[in-house]
């Protein structure tokens, strides 16, 4: 089983910055590929970005240029740095990741982009 904590959201003006943690606990399982999403009131949950074991990084075209996805390993920590954030970019941010057929989840933290 894998338990996920994220943290580091809150509000922050249009074009600041803010950096999100995920901290997941393992149980005897190796942990590839981790997930960002997100939710906007009304909205569907919208993949953000993804990083694998070995450091490959992909993203949602919306994010591109703006946001970072990075991993520690040794902490089982995945870390999502945004850049230049956007109103359109408020919404419940999720981690995420599969082990086998089991989808794992965070709580959410809550990041709101407001002047």
């Known amino acids: 089983q894998v338990q996920l904590v994220e943290s580091g959201g809150g509000l922050v003006q249009p074009g600041g910055s803010l950096r999100l943690s995920c901290a997941a606990s393992?149980?005897?399982?190796?942990?590839?590929?981790m997930n960002w999403y997100r939710q906007a009131p009304g909205k569907q949950r919208e993949f953000v970005a993804a990083?694998?074991?070995?450091?490959?990084?992909n993203y949602a075209d919306s994010v591109k240029g703006r946001f970072t996805i990075s991993r520690d390993n040794a902490k089982n920590t995945v870390y999502l740095q945004m850049n230049s954030l956007k109103p359109e970019d408020t919404a419940v941010y999720y981690c995420n990741t599969k082990i086998g057929m089991t989808s794992y989840w965070g709580q959410g933290t809550q990041v709101t982009v407001s002047s």
């Open positions: 990083i694998t074991t070995g450091g490959s990084a």
């Open positions: 393992r149980s005897g399982f190796s942990i590839n590929r």
